[in-house]
């Protein structure tokens, strides 16, 4: 049986699996350093690379203790070498580089975007290739043509802001802490959407395949603390049911943006599939709103349950098709930050 440890270090997440290649997880363990960065009301880079530094050792050994596996009985070594913040990227390379050095064992490398998408084919437990696979996380907010796991094609992209930043600086603004997304998303449930009118960038333009957040982003903020030089976060003192009002003004403004671009991308592709992952495919109202749309439309739709959607090493089990077509690295593997189309 094959078996390969996944790394995943790409934010602020450190995260390890054990898969097969009949894509059964036999290990999985996520530490999530959100704690650590909460009171910044974002990532902060240092902070996130020295957190995986003294938690990556740790989730390895259990995650092989989970599997029931030692260093010895594994075939390969896979790890998340884009995109992702540098200083996080370079300490799962580096553990992966290390163990396949001190073990005699191939490397992998992972394109951490496509393997939010193969969470899809492993929530799913079928092929779900070709499709249009969308990716909305902390960072990015893609849409591709996906042919073969192996084979992905930019179709377009945020021009400024990702969705989840978005929903974490918007969060910030009114004092929801961090992760915002999960905060909004609460918050919103109180909240009447339709109390802000806020603008959907770029959802009028019927040939442009991109999202821009980053007005909507100050949009909210004008209508909050006016122009001037505003109070945030928690030096805020914000009504609470404006707080919920604005939260749900504002992630039905996002739900719309992203919904109606990846509906243009199945009509421009002419593809009847469509594949969601990332961090904002938790929200329960994008999930409720992707869904009718593509059930009105006719076509499939595949989004992973919520622990697949937020970062995780069990989605780098795209590392097994790596491995069966032989595409192996050298240990000069090298970490890209930025998106590599
Ligand atoms: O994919 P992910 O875990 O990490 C990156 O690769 O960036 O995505 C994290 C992002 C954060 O911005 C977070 O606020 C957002 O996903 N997020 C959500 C929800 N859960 C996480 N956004 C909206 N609604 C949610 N329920
Ligand atoms: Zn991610």
């Not at 996520?30 to 990532?43: M, P």
């Not at 580089?97 to 084919?121: E, G, N, T």
């Amino acid at each position: 049986m094959t078996r390969i440890l996944t790394l995943e270090t790409t934010c602020d997440e450190t995260a390890a699996a054990v898969v097969t290649e009949e894509l059964e997880v036999l290990g999985a363990v996520v530490a999530s350093q959100h704690e650590l960065h909460t009171r910044f009301g974002g990532v902060v880079p240092e902070i996130a690379s020295r957190a995986h530094v003294e938690r990556i050792l740790p989730v390895i050994d259990e995650t092989l203790q989970q599997a029931g596996v030692s260093l010895e009985d594994l075939d390969a070594v896979a790890v998340a070498n884009q995109p992702g913040l540098a200083g996080s990227l370079l300490v799962g390379l580096m553990a992966a580089k290390s163990l396949c050095l001190a073990c005699d064992l191939p490397l992998i490398a992972i394109d951490h975007l496509q393997a939010h998408i193969y969470a899809c084919r492993l929530a799913s437990g079928k092929d779900v290739f070709p499709c249009v696979g969308l990716i909305v996380s902390g960072g990015h907010s893609n849409i591709y043509r996906c042919e073969t796991p192996l084979d992905f094609t930019a179709l377009g992209g945020t021009i400024d802001d990702a969705a989840g930043e978005a929903f974490d600086k918007v969060a910030s603004m009114l004092g929801l802490g961090y992760p915002g997304g999960p905060a909004i998303g609460k918050a919103a449930e109180q909240g009447n959407p339709t109390r802000f009118r806020l603008p959907r960038p770029l959802v009028s333009d019927s040939d442009r395949l991109e999202f821009s957040f980053s007005g909507l982003k100050t949009a909210v903020r004008y209508e909050l603390f006016g122009t001037g030089r505003p109070a945030m976060g928690a030096d805020a003192q914000l009504d609470t049911q404006l707080v919920a009002d604005m939260a749900a003004s504002f992630q039905e403004a996002v739900v719309d943006c992203l919904v109606s671009k990846a509906m243009l991308a199945m009509r421009k592709t002419g593809y009847q599939r469509l594949c969601i992952g990332g961090g904002v495919a938790a929200n329960t109202r994008f999930r409720q709103q992707v869904e009718a749309a593509a059930a009105e439309a006719g076509y499939e739709l595949h989004i992973p349950p919520l622990n697949l959607c937020t970062d995780n090493a069990v989605m780098g089990a795209i590392a097994v098709e790596r491995f069966n077509a032989g595409q192996f690295e050298s240990l000069d593997l090298d970490i890209s930050a930025g998106l590599v189309r």
